[in-house]
């Protein structure tokens, strides 16, 4: 009952998040929000002219701004809009700076950790039952690796993982970033759908990759962890690991239901090299259990001959189990690390693998972080350097696969890494340079 000019006066005192809350409220507080007088003279005092000869005090540009031709040939809505353009532009603005400077040894932008906090990106994660209810979840907590960053979510108050039918992790990102700091979530704020996973069966469709005295982990993929109370087929805790590689991309182009799709890569030829894209390839591999690292190396200058390419795979040999002098001792445990509100542990014989293949431009060309297990393999050791078990990880996607060979030492309680390969698929290798292996 309230009339519409008291309203615009009200709305007049509020800032820009505040008001485009309020015009969630009603269709009439949505089009008094629309108010082109209030909007012009928000982003007058955001966005000033850049030559100003001399000064107005506020109630003389109220005054001006709301009698001035510029709102009467507007219609409602066009400096809402031309606010949020600019906010979201300066913004952009920024964090392409951030992300311009690329470390050598990684491919990756140096700045990553910065450009995100820049953008006030998040993660969360949605639950969908079987009735089409969503249950939003919002990270408890992040740890930044050198190429990639692991998410956690843990809570008291998880739905029952019988009623729920899928999971979409989402990276959002708020309207106005630099009005929307700090844990405030009740703001406007941007999703991207960044991967979906099902739910359904889960214990029977999902691979099983390590358990503790309270928990089983499931691994789905790509790069989320889910832990399960054991014996109460609970959700105890949600885990994601989350590549560098076109992270922000993949954060923030994206919509709440439809991923952003990357840019394929546009080969160029050459004709002179007779083993062009088989050479020159660098790997850099983190090792980490979530939040401290395990093992972290760069290799250089790999390579396959034509001859070695067996099974539609090109074989790059990093780690010889002859070559005593490149062998790698893991430090610390090896495990992954969970934690409750109440509760944290350690998952034994499991990691987070971060694997950054970069071409010979030093382009990333394949890039992951996924979860891994270590089994114990039955081949005995020929090594006669080391006394004691060999334990394998495997890993395998579309685009190739990691073999690592681990040996634990007893004496002095550690492993090391006495084998690692990489199997790259002819399809992207060919794919990526225009060949035909």
């Given at each position: 009952s309230m009339?519409?000019?008291?309203?615009?006066?009200?709305?007049?005192?509020l800032?820009?998040?505040s008001?485009?809350?309020?015009?969630?409220?009603?269709?009439?507080?949505?089009?008094?929000?629309?108010?082109?007088?209030?909007?012009?003279?928000?982003?007058?005092?955001c966005?000033?002219?850049?030559?100003?000869?001399?000064k107005?005090?506020?109630?003389?540009?109220?005054?001006?701004?709301?009698g001035?031709?510029?709102?009467?040939?507007?219609?409602?809505?066009?400096?809402?809009?031309?606010?949020?353009f600019?906010?979201?532009?300066?913004?952009?603005?920024?964090?392409?700076q951030?992300?311009?400077?690329?470390?050598?040894?990684?491919?990756?932008?140096?700045?990553?950790?910065?450009?995100?906090?820049?953008s006030?990106l998040?993660?969360?994660?949605?639950?969908?039952?079987?009735?089409?209810?969503?249950?939003?979840?919002?990270?408890?907590?992040?740890?930044?690796?050198?190429?990639?960053?692991?998410?956690?979510?843990?809570?008291?108050?998880?739905?029952?993982?019988?009623i729920?039918s899928?999971?979409?992790?989402?990276?959002?990102?708020?309207?106005?970033?630099?009005?929307?700091?700090?844990?405030?979530?009740?703001?406007?704020?941007?999703?991207?759908?960044?991967?979906?996973?099902?739910?359904?069966?889960?214990?029977?469709?999902?691979?099983?990759?390590?358990?503790?005295?309270?928990?089983?982990?499931?691994?789905?993929?790509?790069?989320?962890?889910?832990?399960?109370?054991?014996?109460?087929?609970?959700?105890?805790?949600?885990?994601?690991?989350?590549?560098?590689?076109?992270?922000l991309?993949?954060?923030?182009?994206?919509?709440?239901?439809?991923?952003?799709?990357?840019?394929?890569?546009?080969?160029?030829l050459?004709?002179?090299?007779?083993?062009?894209?088989?050479?020159?390839?660098?790997?850099?591999?983190?090792?980490?259990?979530?939040?401290?690292?395990?093992?972290?190396?760069?290799?250089?200058?790999?390579?396959?001959?034509k001859?070695?390419?067996?099974?539609?795979?090109?074989?790059?040999?990093?780690v010889?189990?002859?070559?005593?002098?490149?062998?790698?001792?893991?430090?610390?445990?090896?495990?992954?690390?969970?934690?409750?509100d109440?509760?944290?542990?350690?998952?034994?014989?499991?990691?987070?693998?971060?694997?950054t293949?970069?071409?010979?431009?030093r382009?990333?060309?394949?890039?992951?972080?996924?979860?891994?297990?270590?089994?114990?393999?039955?081949?005995?050791?020929?090594?006669?350097?080391?006394?004691?078990?060999?334990?394998?990880?495997?890993?395998a996607?579309?685009?190739?696969?990691?073999?690592?060979?681990?040996?634990?030492?007893?004496?002095?309680?550690?492993?090391?890494?006495?084998?690692?390969?990489?199997?790259?698929?002819?399809?992207?290798?060919?794919?990526?340079?225009?060949?035909?292996y």
């Open positions: 009339p519409s000019e008291m309203l615009l006066k009200i709305f007049s005192y800032d820009a998040v008001l485009l809350c309020a015009g969630c409220v009603s269709k009439r507080f949505y089009d008094l929000a629309n108010d082109n007088g209030i909007w012009l003279k928000l982003y007058s005092s966005f000033p002219p850049k030559r100003m000869f001399w107005i005090n506020p109630a003389e540009t109220e005054t001006i701004s709301l001035c031709a510029t709102l009467q040939d507007r219609r409602p809505g066009y400096w809402k809009k031309e606010y949020i600019r906010q979201i532009a300066a913004v952009k603005t920024r964090v392409m951030l992300v311009k400077p690329v470390d050598p040894q990684t491919g990756l932008p140096c700045k990553n950790r910065e450009a995100i906090r820049a006030g998040s993660w969360i994660i949605v639950l969908k039952d079987k009735n089409g209810k969503e249950h939003v979840m919002e990270q408890a907590d992040l740890s930044f690796k050198d190429t990639s960053v692991t998410i956690f979510w843990y809570s008291a108050y998880w739905p029952c993982l019988n729920l899928t999971l979409e992790l989402c990276g959002v990102t708020p309207l106005l970033p630099d009005q929307n700091r700090g844990t405030n979530t009740n703001g406007p704020r941007r999703r991207s759908l960044i991967a979906k996973y099902s739910l359904s069966n889960l214990t029977n469709t999902s691979v099983a990759i390590g358990a503790d005295k309270l928990v089983q982990i499931f691994y789905l993929n790509p790069g989320l962890l889910l832990g399960l109370w054991k014996g109460k087929n609970e959700i105890a805790f949600v885990t994601a690991s989350l590549h560098y590689h076109q992270l991309e993949r954060s923030t182009l994206g919509s709440a239901t439809l991923q952003y799709v990357l840019s394929p890569n546009e080969p160029v050459d004709d002179v090299d007779p083993e062009y894209g088989l050479h020159d390839y660098n790997l850099h591999l983190d090792m980490h259990s979530g939040t401290h690292t395990c093992m972290c190396g760069t290799f250089k200058s790999l390579f396959c001959r001859g070695d390419i067996q099974n539609g795979y090109l074989r790059l040999t990093v010889s189990v002859k070559d005593n002098a490149k062998h790698l001792p893991i430090i610390g445990t090896v495990g992954l690390s969970w934690r409750t109440v509760l944290k542990g350690n998952v034994k014989d499991c990691y987070l693998m971060d694997v293949v970069l071409d010979e431009t382009k990333p060309f394949w890039c992951f972080s996924a979860p891994v297990s270590m089994e114990l393999s039955s081949k005995t050791s020929g090594l006669y350097d080391y006394m004691g078990h060999i334990y394998t990880t495997e890993y996607d579309s685009e190739g696969k990691v073999s690592v060979d681990l040996v634990w030492l007893e004496e002095t309680k550690e492993y090391y890494v006495v084998s690692l390969v990489l199997y790259i698929s002819t399809k992207k290798v060919n794919s990526w340079y225009g060949t035909n």
